[in-house]
């Protein structure tokens, strides 16, 4: 008989928007485009996701509404949760490619960020990409070059 350990169950503490969010025990973020039929649909389609996932293979279930204002929730969420070492994307439907969030989350990890203005004029990281994203100036530059350097990102388009 070979004795196997126990699974690590992780806890995923969200710092922003918490009752927006699926939580499980495991490292993977699974993050989902937009939504457009209001908050019982995005309810519904998040907890379609969480129904074919086992707790241990998540962390977090949510959706990037905008990549203005979203992704910076989103980056210190994860940065507040190091145990997070995958991120999933979903960008599945035309209402995600036409808001580019989706996109523009992947190229903070793939292009990353420079020192700039937000399109209200306050000074932030923008993120290369055709999309405009935003994070704000607080968060040190090296924070976010170590989480742009310890994610495995991947996509489903």
Known sequence: MIATGKATKYHYNALHKPNQLIYGQGQTAVITGWTVKGAIRVASSLRLIAKHLHPQEYAVIGQLYSATRGINLLIR???????VRYLVVLNATKEDK???AGI???DFFRNGFEEGLSDTGRRCWVIRSPYSGYIDIEVEASALQKLKNNQNVGNSF
């Open 98 to 100: 036409n808001a580019g």
């Open 77 to 83: 969420n994860l940065l507040f949760n190091p145990h």
């Open 104 to 106: 523009c989350l992947l």
